[in-house]
């Protein structure tokens, strides 16, 4: 079974610096997809930023990027210029790919809770 | 496209009733998820369903809960009595077919409350 860790519960930043949360994740499998979704105080899940296993290259949306370390099962999530608006909690998430005949759960962190102060 | 749409979006019962949570997954998508998120547990899978059909009902609590999806446009989570440590959000998922970007929707979530 897949296992996610999220070892921040809590972290704040000022706005316009950069922030890392930090993601940890156990499985044996070689092929899989990684997430982080945001979830403002209105409770929408949103998907911020996907990672491939299978590619090396880090996954980059705007001011979102990720540092995927597959050897070291780390995935973290840097956000630069950091706005008011990112306040939210944040959650890593694992999926295996889809089968041929079925879909994939994904297995989700503890969820990190990021504040932007002005 | 209007994205995962679940009703109601606030529910309030009292223990014992039976309570019915709706979703609509994105039309075109072939894999639906209930999932619960609590202040204790987090977020867990309920049940996720493919093609219409059951695939992983490992994670429902109990004979209490039961799920269908009669169509792949309709989705109902039921809980037959409804109890107080059932008070959750409840989030409804939608995935595209294999071959297709893979990542999973979200509904806006229901917010149930027993008391």
């Known amino acids: 079974a897949q296992t996610v860790t999220q070892s921040q519960p809590e972290m704040s930043v000022q706005e316009a610096e950069t922030v890392t949360l930090s993601c940890t994740y156990d499985?044996?499998?070689?092929?899989?997809?990684l997430f982080w979704y945001k979830q403002p105080p209105s409770r929408q899940m949103i998907l911020v930023i996907r990672?491939?296993?299978?590619?090396?290259q880090n996954a980059t949306e705007n001011r979102f990027s990720v540092n995927f370390q597959k050897a070291a099962k780390s995935f973290s999530l840097k956000i630069s210029d950091s706005q008011l608006g990112d306040t939210a909690m944040y959650f890593c998430?694992?999926?295996?790919?889809?089968?041929?005949?079925?879909?994939?759960?994904?297995?989700f962190g503890e969820g990190t809770q990021l504040t932007v102060n002005p | 496209d209007a994205g995962v749409i679940q009703s109601p979006r606030h529910e309030v019962t009292e223990m014992g009733q039976e309570v019915t949570l709706r979703c609509k997954p994105i039309?075109?998508?072939?894999?639906l998820f209930w999932y619960r998120q609590t202040m204790m547990r987090g977020l867990e899978l309920l049940i996720y369903?493919?093609?219409?059909?059951?695939?992983?009902d490992s994670g429902m609590p109990e004979d209490r809960f039961s799920a269908k999806m009669p169509n792949a446009s309709f989705s109902t989570l039921k809980i037959q009595p409804s109890e107080p440590r059932d008070s959750a959000v409840y989030f409804c998922?939608?995935?595209?077919?294999?071959?297709?970007?893979?990542?999973?929707?979200f509904g806006q979530g229901t917010r149930l409350t027993v008391v």
């Open positions: 998922a939608s995935s595209p077919p294999l071959g297709a970007r893979t990542e999973a929707f």
């Open positions: 499985t044996s499998e070689s092929n899989y997809y």
């Open positions: 990672q491939e296993a299978y590619k090396q």
């Open positions: 998430a694992f999926m295996k790919p889809p089968g041929e005949t079925s879909g994939s759960r994904l297995t």
């Open positions: 039309s075109g998508h072939n894999s």
């Open positions: 369903f493919n093609n219409n059909v059951p695939i992983d």
